[in-house]
Structures are given as C-alpha cells and as structure tokens.
C-alpha cells in the first residue's frame, strides 16, 4: 500500500517552456502533498507544501510564480516549472501523506528535469 | 544552517558486517524517519520513531531515538548488498514538515 506516483521521471527540453510533473496518490487520498528539489548528491530541500483545495505554501526563497503548484483533488498534485531555464534542471521529488502525524509520508520516484 | 547532522557522510562495509548511521537534532523531534534511497531515484519508508526510547526493527535493520528525542541511529546486521544505497534521516519539528539530513552513502563490498 501507500503507492505514489510520479509522471514524467525524466524531461529534457528547451530553456523558456514549461513543464508540468504530476504526482498521484495510487491507494490512498493525501490531503497534503510535499514538493522536493534534489541537487546531486545533496539532501532533499522542501520546496512547497500543497493541500488539497488550497493555495501551496512555499518555502523561503522558493518562486512561487515560477513553480506553480495545483492540489485539485486528494489524489493529483502538479508541479509546474515556468519557462524553465538551464538552472532549473534538477531532481524534482514529490511526496503525499494522509496528513495524520502517525503516518509517514511516502515518495514518488522522482522527476529528472534538464532544460538545454 | 543544517538542523539535522547526520553522520558519517559515507561507509564501505565488508558484506556480512554491521553498521551504523546516526542522526542528530539541535531541537527535540515530534518525529524522526528514516528513509532510503537509490541515486536518482525516490525515497523508500523503511521506519517512523516518535516516542522517546523507541525502538523498531525490520529484518535486519534497527531504529532507535533516544529518550530526549533528538538523536536517532540506524543500525544494519550483517549487511548485504541489497542494503547499498543513500540512507536518509528526515525529522518533523513539529510542524508537519520533514527536514532531512545530507544523507550517509553505504556501500556494501563482497
């Protein structure tokens, strides 16, 4: 149980598009999702918190009008990297909790993003 | 500034021998979990600990958090090389969300 899943694990494309990566609670309705951005070998580093119905509350030094996040349902939440440039590329890594503390939260795969 | 010291940042162990991985707060954890992961790839849940002097074992791996609630260790018997990977501690402080330490890189040798 507690499946989690991450579309696409790996976009390579152009600087100034945008590209949007999904993360879906497989069995289980998460009221609240976490986005995180990996550089290589480094820890993970929240960006955002998204719950269900509600505007994403994002860390400091995270723009928010560069990573738009969307939680439309207890099941999807998207990430969406706007007009991506070269620095954007990274590890992209989400993960969906039932938002109860004695559940853990549990992890998609994971997102490969290189902007050319 | 890191909140969570994890330690140490990288092990090779002989297959079959033991380790540990420790993880260190400044602040007193609602929660500690412990996760792994594979380069590149997601974070697996192997175990949650939130009362002081917890302690929970899955096949052969072993949490612990302390009494005060802010150092945890990870413990692995006789280690193989399905156990190689990036070990990660993540801590809620109370506020729902995870802050995760460097990560410790355990390489397993035949």
């Known amino acids: 149980g507690a499946v989690v899943s991450q579309h696409p694990s790996w976009v390579i494309c152009k600087s100034g598009t945008s590209v949007k990566i999904e993360c879906r609670s497989l069995?289980?309705?998460?009221?609240?999702m976490f986005w995180y951005r990996q550089f290589p070998k480094q820890s993970l580093m929240l960006m955002a918190t998204s719950n269900e119905g509600s505007k994403a509350t994002y860390e400091q030094g995270v723009e928010k009008d560069k990573f738009l996040i969307n939680h439309a349902s207890l099941t999807l939440s998207t990430l969406t990297v706007t007009s991506a440039h070269p620095e954007d590329s990274s590890f992209y890594i989400c993960?969906?909790?039932?938002?109860?503390?004695?559940?853990?939260?549990?992890f998609g795969d994971g997102t490969r993003l290189s902007i050319l | 500034s890191q909140e969570l010291e994890q330690s140490p940042q990288s092990l090779i162990v002989q297959e079959g021998k033991n380790l540990t991985i420790n993880c260190t707060s400044s602040?007193?954890?609602?929660?500690l979990y412990w996760y792994k992961q594979k380069y590149g790839e997601g974070l697996i849940f192997l175990m949650m600990l939130q009362k002081g002097g917890e302690e929970k074992s899955h096949e052969k791996i072993t949490a612990k958090l302390d009494e005060k609630k802010q150092q945890s260790s990870l413990h692995i018997t006789a280690s193989q090389p399905s156990h190689a990977g990036i070990y990660l501690c993540?801590?809620?402080?109370?506020?729902?969300?995870?802050?995760f330490g460097a990560g410790t890189t355990v390489t397993v040798r035949a």
């Open positions: 993540g801590a809620d402080m109370n506020d729902y969300k995870l802050s």
């Open positions: 602040k007193t954890l609602y929660g």
């Open positions: 993960s969906a909790t039932l938002g109860v503390r004695s559940q853990p939260q549990h």
């Open positions: 069995d289980f309705q998460a009221t609240t």
